[in-house]
């Protein structure tokens, strides 16, 4: 089963990407860890992409495709299949993917939607704060730490990413509309779309994300 998870920033494509992994045993393909690896070793397209990325910018599809293809081409372990989070962002991405796995098996077969409305997506964003010594994770609206601004588990300072901020939020939800909503379009029209609301309590969407899938 091959899957891409899709959905604007916040809307818990992480989340459930590793629920979605350990309950159908598929390789999780995150472009988020795949930009990163890049770069954290400072390879060229990882400083493209950092210079995108620290405008609050989608990185363009010519760097984005060339480093799911170099990675899609060290897979070894298929597994059951794979869960693409965060690509395709545009139209294009999505037929150069298609060109890319025609006749393999490697071609998508379900596209998840992830929906979360305007007013969310602001609070889980702006709200979110992470410990870069433990890795922990809070929002101050809907999991705030017990000391403000310090982590429980190891009482070190809490962070907020550049980006979380509702200025960058918009510029990243704007970029989403125009370019990765045709792409949800461009699917639905082949039926392959299963929009699930993710504006929900966690306990409650896996249930119905899990359905979804097993059908």
Known sequence: MNIF?????????GTFSSRIKEEFNLNHISTGD?????????????????????????????????????????????????LLDGYPRTLDQAKAFEEMTAGTDLAVEKIVVMD?????????ITGRRTCKKCGAIYNIYSKPPKVAEVCDECQSPLTQRKDDNAE???VRLDEYSKNTEPVIAYYEEKGMVSKVDASKP?????PVLKEILKK
Request: net charge positive.
């Open 5 to 13: 998870i899709m959905g604007a920033p916040g809307s818990g494509k």
């Open 34 to 82: 795949i930009f990163r690896e890049n770069i954290s070793k400072g390879t060229e397209l990882g400083l493209k992409a950092k210079a995108y990325s620290e405008k609050g910018l989608l990185v363009p599809d010519e760097i984005t495709n060339k480093m799911v293809k170099d990675f899609l081409s060290t897979l070894e372990d298929k597994k059951n299949g794979y």
């Open 116 to 124: 979360v409305p305007f007013d969310e997506l602001t609070r889980r």
């Open 168 to 170: 960058s939020l918009k």
């Open 202 to 206: 966690i306990d409650e969407i896996w």
